[in-house]
């Protein structure tokens, strides 16, 4: 099985991080190649700045799904998920829904620990298009700006794991997603500490997007083909422009 695993930001020292836990969660016969989004910026925060990553995962989606089973778009908040869904003939994942639908296995009421206070209404967003608003206990964050994203764990991990013990212990929460790409690792390494299952969005989605590519599901064809005009189109990508308009 061949993985593509897309960092929607570019932070090549959170792409480390990724596939770190990527090839730690994946079975041994899954191929794992990863991918840094060229533009945009360090960590994404707001629906404003998803934008920007959005297009890159579309963008290397493009060009090279053809040669994978599945892929992941490796962002919490899930930037160009549902539309890499519409148009791709590959299973995608985002580590938001793949979480969320984790938890909703685990538990009735989840909780969200986050990196900051910004990044809190566009995950709380991403829980509401998936239906599961009342299904979310609560939203923690870190409480600072950040000066460096790929050591947030070693900056504030006793933080982080304040957040998560006040999230089981105060806000009832039968699980805890610990959301963002530069967290990934932490559920694991602080699971002993807390009395309520970590879930960490890039373990989830790797185990999803093996059980989708294994069961050949993916989004119906219908979806990806139906009523596709020409129409016309000016500065896109070539691999983008190709997906976007009926061909002759």
Known sequence: MKLLIINPNISHSVTNLIESEARRTAAPQTEITMETAPTGVAYIETQAEALFG???????????????????????GDPGLMEAQE?????????????????????????????????????????????????????????????????????????????????ARDDGADAIVIAGAPLAGLARRIQQHVPVPLLDGVTCAVAQAELLASRNLRAPAAIREADRPRKAQKGLDPAVAKLMVAQP
């Open 54 to 76: 959005a297009y890159a995962a579309i963008h290397i989606l493009a060009e090279r799904h053809s040669h994978f089973d599945a892929a992941i778009i490796a962002a919490f």
């Open 87 to 167: 148009i791709f003939p590959i299973p995608v994942v985002g580590l938001s829904q793949a979480a969320f639908m984790t938890a909703c296995l685990v538990g009735q009421r989840f909780s969200i620990v986050a990196i900051s206070k910004r990044i809190v209404p566009w995950y709380r967003r991403a829980v509401e298009l998936n239906g599961l608003t009342a299904r979310l206990a609560s939203v923690r964050n870190l409480p600072e700006p950040l000066s460096d994203v790929g050591s947030i764990q070693e900056m504030y991990g006793e933080t982080l794991l304040d957040l998560c013990l006040s999230a």
